[in-house]
């Protein structure tokens, strides 16, 4: 039986929900939040949190979807019009990645870069050019494991996790930028202060280092933020926040609490695995009911 997102936005794109949703969109931009993007027959699947995934496949005709219908925008551009220079698109969409794993730049950038896409990729400074894995995905595979006694740790692309910095300067030659996602991944509401103003001004630092200029744009590990949090981004230099708050960002968003919609399999992809382009434009339009908004199915 077909599962209630997919019913539901099958039915919305055919009255007309979504197409009416999307015309009548002023003066806003939707933020997309991916994290990894992994082959059909990719083992680490198997391990990794499916809220965290979108299959190659499907991301590819999101892509064609994007570049065809709607107006992809820099994170530059973007916050250019955030701060009143000039208008921004109808439809227009900012695709941004979060952590800096490999397969942003095996599976992800061939893609954009074909279709003229550009990207915006927030990095866990600490992690790149390491084979070092980050402990959410340690720890979400340690619980897969546990039911699983022939279950074998993930590496990724060609035998490494992470992006490397190599890759982040072909990237950024094909109109991709670049964001901090502080220096270890660190849930920065649970820790002391000095520890968290160690985290963002470190992968500040690296980013100045690597890429000649620190960057100006922030995403909160895990989505997680408070006062005391968004005080301590500003004070170490950040003048843009994205949270994982699902929303569409407006000039009269919060500067340190941008929203985003968060992409993967489980809100844009049919029970047969297949793209589901329903799915996909009632995600973006934001019409489907709330409840339904992040089941993962």
């Known amino acids: 039986m077909m599962n209630t997102r997919y019913m539901l936005s099958n039915i919305l794109e055919c009255i007309g929900a979504n197409a009416a949703a ?3 969109r002023r003066e806003s931009l939707a933020v997309l939040c991916y994290h990894r993007v992994l082959d059909a027959g990719d083992p680490i699947r198997a391990r990794a949190h499916p809220a965290l995934f979108t299959s190659t496949h499907i991301f590819e005709r999101q892509m064609e979807l994007l570049a065809d219908q709607f107006h992809p925008v820099m994170l530059s551009e973007a916050i250019c019009w955030i701060e009143g220079y ?10 941004t990645f979060d952590d800096g794993w490999s397969d942003t730049y095996a599976n992800a950038f061939p893609v954009m870069n074909r279709l003229g896409v550009p990207g915006a990729v927030f990095l866990a400074t600490g992690f ?6 980050q402990w959410a995905d340690i720890a979400y595979e340690s619980i897969v494991a546990r039911g699983d006694a022939h279950a074998a740790s993930s590496t990724s692309v060609n035998g490494t996790p992470n992006l490397t910095w190599p890759q982040i300067d072909e990237m950024a030659r094909h109109g991709f930028e670049f964001g901090s996602h502080t220096r270890t991944h660190l849930i920065l509401p649970h820790e002391p202060t000095q520890d968290i103003l160690r985290e963002l001004l470190l ?7 690597r890429l000649g200029s620190r960057p100006s744009a922030f995403v909160y590990p895990d989505g997680q933020f408070d006062e005391r949090t968004m005080r301590l981004v500003r004070d170490a230099g950040y003048q843009y926040a994205f949270t994982c708050n699902e929303g569409l960002a407006t000039r009269r968003s919060p500067r ?3 929203p985003r919609l968060s992409i993967h399999d489980g809100v844009t992809a049919s029970r047969s695995g297949d793209f589901s382009r329903a799915m996909f434009l009632t995600h973006l339009a934001g019409t489907i009911p709330w409840r339904y908004r992040r089941r993962v199915t």
């Open 22 to 24: 999307l015309a009548a």
């Open 86 to 95: 000039g208008d921004i698109p109808r439809r227009a969409v900012l695709v």
């Open 128 to 133: 790149i050019g390491t084979p070092e894995r």
């Open 203 to 209: 992968s500040a630092g690296d980013m100045k280092v």
């Open 256 to 258: 340190l609490a941008l």
